[in-house]
Antibody
Framework: QVLLVQSGGEVKKPGASVKVSCQAS????????IGWVRQAPGQGLEWMGS????????KYAQRFQGRVTMTTDTSTTTAYLALRSLTSDDTGVYYC??????????????WGQGTLVTVSS | QSVLTQPPSVSGAPGQRVTISCTGS?????????VHWYQQLPGTAPKLLIY???NRPSGVPDRFSGSRSGTSASLAITGLQAEDEADYYC????????????FGTGTKVSVL
């Protein structure tokens, strides 16, 4: 079965960086992309971006441009989300999800369990 | 501030039908982008409920259905059950955001 297993929670100080991993199994990794979604405490879902696992092509939400990097390692079927210059507004749960490509707009069919990132001085 | 607007909450008694709207514009739903729906139970990751307006993944009960009308989409839950109490989000893409994805504001469904 398709599984996405994310790394554990992180506590970071303002100005630091964080890197969250998402290990995929149960399907051919390069056949689908990986998307990343953030959820601040008590808030809704926020689309951060996605990466194609076959060629590494990325698409980022404008508000994260210049501060986010999404990568994949096909040898370990793992996707990574790196976020720099953290502020308290970056506190939240970060989800990875399998991205099903569609001309009319991708969707996420399987999700990781989420990784809590806490930014606090 | 999302470009896809949902009602903050809807409620219904067990067995009733409720609908959740997702209102967009000519740069997202009206531009031909599909709408997808997710259910998020308390303390858990979101789960795909409907993709491309009307399609249910395997395992999703047929009590859940989706539709589109102009620049809006809707999710209907018929035969409401206690286990349906959750947050629901629509998801699409927007050409004014350089084709980036966007989630709706989210709707809390309460079962009375």
């Amino acid at each position: 079965q398709v599984l996405l297993v994310q790394s554990g929670g992180e506590v970071k100080k303002p100005g630091a960086s964080v890197k969250v991993s998402c290990q995929a199994s149960g399907y051919t990794f390069i056949d689908h992309g990986i998307g990343w979604v953030r959820q601040a405490p008590g808030q809704g879902l926020e689309w951060m971006g996605s990466i194609r696992a076959d060629n590494g092509h990325t698409k980022y939400a404008q508000r994260f441009q210049g501060r986010v990097t999404m990568t994949t390692d096909t040898s370990t079927t793992t996707a990574y989300l790196a976020l720099r210059s953290l502020t308290s507004d970056d506190t939240g749960v970060y989800y990875c999800a399998r991205d099903i490509s569609s001309y009319e707009g991708d969707y996420f069919d399987y999700w990781g369990q989420g990784t809590l990132v806490t930014v606090s001085s | 501030q999302s470009v896809l607007t949902q009602p903050p909450s809807v409620s219904g008694a067990p067995g009733q039908r409720v609908t959740i709207s997702c209102t967009g514009s000519s740069s997202n739903i009206g531009a031909g982008y599909d709408v997808h729906w997710y259910q998020q139970l308390p303390g858990t990751a979101p789960k795909l409920l409907i993709y491309a307006y009307t399609n249910r993944p395997s395992g999703v009960p047929d009590r859940f259905s989706g539709s589109r009308s102009g620049t809006s989409a809707s999710l209907a839950i018929t035969g409401l059950q206690a286990e349906d109490e959750a947050d629901y989000y629509c998801h699409s893409y927007d050409s004014s955001l350089s084709g980036a994805g966007v989630f709706g504001t989210g709707t809390k469904v309460s079962v009375l």
